[in-house]
């Protein structure tokens, strides 16, 4: 039997004329936790409702433990939903509206009772069965809604911007949760959100999205220190991104020449007279009084921003490009308005080819 729980191959998805998602090629294995990560407008949320058959794909197959699941209805494909606005019957109390699949399937009332009594100590609202869903607050909805998506047993959860409407406090409380609660239940779990740092906390794998395209799939250590585009350099994390072209090559050490000067970087495949895209992490670049050895890089000290966990510094080139530069604490030599010159190690940097 394959490790995949779900697989979609060459999936379209048109609009009239505006095709939102491009050959999608994706095999999500069983228990992971997979993240849909990109700007609005992507294509990840139109892709998870394929998925759960929300939407009809215009091409290619969806497929759950290899079966095809495009004809099936949405309450059919062993697959459920948590909505970032929860989607609760206000009506109904949360033992009832976590019991509501189960009194459609018309199950026993010993049964339901066990069942839900068991969803409740799951996701941690025991005692809070009669309470409305106005009388909860947004982390209590999300845990009632999440439980009533669970009482089916699901053998994939899909989550739409799931704690999107919660306060900053609150989300990372239930980002811990909600991966633990998955680590528990070994549910896959795909996970839809354009919040880096959260993708970054949570996710097993993380797809990387991009006007309908996944431009690069990965784990989240991978992705934020090797990313294959520009775009997912970008869109990940701060990155200071410089735009050349190579001037020299040495074993595998490239010589890029830049608007703002000579900078190096470590790369396979690229030839001299190459363009090239060139990042670099603002945690990975030193400052220096004195010339870098293999850098022809300067700039100007602008400001400095206290973060809390970090200092971050802004750097203003010769050619008016500002980069960051992070460090755990203000460093005591380097004043706003004073000249450094700028470099790193080779090996942190990234190539990437100009047409990525």
Known sequence: ???????????????????????????????????????????????????????????????????????????????????????????????????????????????????????????QLQGYERRKPDELSGGQKQRVAIARALINNPKVLLLDEPLGALDLKLRKQMQVELKRLQKKLEITFVYVTHDQEEALTMSDRIAIMNEGVIEQLACPREIYERPLTKFVAGFIGESNIFDGKVVNVQDQLLVVETTAGIIRVNGDGFEIGEKIHVSIRPEFIELSADPIEGFNLKGRIQDFIYMGTVVKTSIELKDKKEIKYSRFEKEDYIREGDSVNIGWNPERAVAIKANK
């Open 1 to 123: 039997m394959s490790d995949f729980i779900v697989s979609l191959i060459d999936v379209e998805k048109s609009f009239g004329k505006n095709k939102v998602v491009k050959k999608m090629n994706v095999e999500i294995k069983q228990g992971e936790f997979l993240t849909l990560l990109g700007p609005s407008g992507c294509g990840k949320t139109t892709t998870l409702r394929m998925i759960a058959g929300f939407e009809e794909a215009s091409s290619g197959t969806i497929m759950v433990q290899g079966v095809s699941i495009e004809d099936k209805e949405p309450f059919e494909r062993d697959v459920n939903t948590v909505f970032q606005n929860y989607a609760l019957f206000p009506h109904m109390n949360v033992f009832d509206n976590v019991a509501y699949a189960l009194k459609i399937k018309k199950k026993s009332k010993d049964e339901i009772a066990k069942r839900v009594n068991e969803m409740l100590e799951l996701v």
